[in-house]
């Protein structure tokens, strides 16, 4: 969007509308660019707008609003399909979940971006492949290979929405870096908002109460389903239309929390070797070592994304985020190690392969981040360098959550 704004600068209603279909990406590149065109009245006049863009909100427009509810409305439609058509359930939530939402996130990337229509193709061929496949599926109730592959399908639709996100953009690294972005601002949002209606739902089912009607039944089967169905799409609206709304949060989040999970993280493996707890042979306590190693792993990934606008960091800063990657590579090298014992002793299982190729490619994307950070840190602590190298790996993670959805399930017999 740079070369578009630097082109454009002369016209205003192109600027306009560069400004409308994407507010977040445009705010930030004309930030970058505004010192080459500083001398245009013009250019004055839009960063004087910019800035004072943090000091209100907005609804958007009415059609956008009607298109959330309508697809709000659709979300919840398929969401009641089970109850609809009389399937099982469970049957259909633990195949479908991904299917409820992240589709139509998808179109609703697709319809502002204006995405060409190989790529929407693209992605609507993945996603009816997707829902016919995971659908066949034997109906198990038990199976480790099922199970792995109904959650990596959810992380694979997630990269689909990405791939719709990034669309055209002739900076694909920058705009995946903004989709990250984009998704600690929505689970911001989108935690908000769900406790807001877990409040208004307990003061409605109570004032029911005390006129002696039980709605409670009826609310959670309709309107709690349709709210949780609409949440994420609310969400994402309000990012969208009111980037400076979260974008100041979620970035002091992730600097608030990074020293205090470092320390965590130290004290932790301090009181590992204390206890003498030995990953290698219990599964339980494996587990829970590599869901820290992924939760520590966000916090650096969305650490980093807060780059998106702020690239230039002090010293501090860039210094916590390279001891917390270290920190976490010793942990990941702790679980790798285990899980290849594991394997040598007890053979190879659906679990852990996964967790074993999993481990393999966080491991490798913490030693180019480190690596990055330790360059940052001691050249400008310019972190745009960081950031691109998560974002070129993205897609690396996708190919290993299409590989464990489509192949696991006949490599190992659905066992």
Known sequence: MREEILLNIDRPEVLERLYRQNKRGFTHDFVQVYPEIRDQVIARVWMERLSGVGDEHTWGERGEILRIFMA???????????????????????????????????????????????????????????????????????????????????????SLVGFIYVGDSDRPLQKRLEFLRYNGDLLVMGTIIFIAGMILTAITVGLFKLIALNIEEFYFRYIGIFGLAAAPLLATYLVQVNPQLVGRVSPVIARIFTPFVLIMLISYLVAVFYTGKNPYTDREFLLIFNLLLAGVLAIILFSVADGIQRQTRNKTEVGLLLALSLVTILVNGIALSAIVFRINEWGITPNRLAVLGSNILILTNLILVAWRLLYSLKTNCNTELVGKTIAWFLPIYTAWAAFVTFTFPVIFGYK
Do not use: C
């Open 72 to 158: 709000s409305i659709l979300a919840f439609l398929i969401a009641k399909i089970p109850e609809i058509f009389g399937i099982d359930e469970e049957f259909f939530y633990t195949r479908n979940i991904s299917f409820i939402v992240f589709p139509i996130l998808g179109a609703y990337f697709a319809w502002k971006q204006k995405i060409a229509a190989w790529r929407l193709g693209l992605v609507g061929l993945m996603l009816s492949i997707s829902v016919v496949y995971v659908n066949i599926l034997p109906p198990l109730r038990t199976s480790d290979t099922l199970t792995l592959a109904f959650f990596h399908l959810i992380l694979f639709v997630w």
